[in-house]
């Protein structure tokens, strides 16, 4: 069975910085690409940032660009987000996301097959 476990969430201020990782258990993804989107409350799920599976091309939201940091550790069957100068527009649960056949760096949801259950990021003004 498949798991992605988010960690490091919390409840930090404006400027700040988090790191999350997410956990992969079940099967190895050191082949395809993973990924990270949020979701704020009343809105829709959206794309965070992206990782092929090398770890060398990554893609990001313009809204996050500069500021956050995706990276991993296939070694450890792990990816991390790196975010500092966190804005209290980035309060949202995040979620980690890892596909079964993609291996760029996709932003699409549709291309990743495995979630977690999320970590919520609240950041105070």
């Known amino acids: 069975q498949v798991q992605l476990v988010e960690s490091g969430g919390g409840l930090v201020q404006a400027g700040d910085s988090l790191r999350l990782s997410c956990a992969a258990s079940g099967r190895t993804f050191s082949s395809t690409a993973m990924g990270w989107f949020r979701q704020a409350p009343g809105k829709e799920r959206e794309f965070v940032a992206a990782?092929?599976?090398?770890?060398?091309?990554?893609n990001y939201v313009d809204a996050v660009k500069g500021r956050f940091t995706i990276s991993r550790d296939n070694a450890k069957n792990t990816v991390y987000l790196q975010m500092n100068s966190l804005k209290p527009e980035d309060t949202a649960v995040y979620y980690c996301?890892?596909?079964?056949?993609?291996?760029?760096?996709?932003?699409?949801?549709?291309?990743?097959?495995?979630w977690g259950q999320g970590t919520q990021v609240t950041v105070s003004s």
């Open positions: 990782i092929d599976w090398t770890g060398r091309r990554t």
């Open positions: 996301a890892a596909s079964r056949n993609t291996n760029w760096a996709t932003p699409r949801p549709f291309n990743y097959d495995y």
